[in-house]
Nanobody, 124 residues
Framework: QVQLVESGGGLVQAGGSLRLSCAGS????????MGWFRQAPGKEREFVVA????????YYADSVKGRFTITRDNAKNTVYLQMNSLLPEDTAVYYC?????????????????WGQGTQVTVSS
């Protein structure tokens, strides 16, 4: 069974940076679209970023454009989320997701597999 494991979360001051990692199992990793979603207390889970299987197309929520960067290393079965200029509003549990999809990548319902989440807390 496919498993995704996130790491790299933690506590950081506003303006700081974190890099999240998501390690996936399975030899079909390179065929997956990978996404990051986040869920803050009292809010619904929302789309953050996504990257297609070939890493030729990326997608960003307006709230993180210019601050976050998604990359992938298929040789390591890993996707990364580099988060710079962090804001308190970025505080949330961040979830890695994967799916054999090519359209509607901002829709969390399109993803087949999910990690357990990693907490990111940004202090003022």
């Amino acid at each position: 069974q496919v498993q995704l494991v996130e790491s790299g979360g933690g506590l950081v001051q506003a303006g700081g940076s974190l890099r999240l990692s998501c390690a996936g199992s399975g030899r079909t990793f390179s065929a997956w679209t990978m996404g990051w979603f986040r869920q803050a207390p009292g809010k619904e889970r929302e789309f953050v970023v996504a990257i297609d299987w070939s890493a030729t197309t990326t997608y960003y929520a307006d709230s993180v454009k210019g601050r976050f960067t998604i990359t992938r290393d298929n040789a390591k079965n890993t996707v990364y989320l580099q988060m710079n200029s962090l804001l308190p509003e970025d505080t949330a549990v961040y979830y890695c997701a994967a799916g054999t999809i090519r359209t509607d990548v901002r829709n969390l319902g399109r993803y087949n597999y999910w990690g357990q989440g990693t907490q990111v807390t940004v202090s003022s």
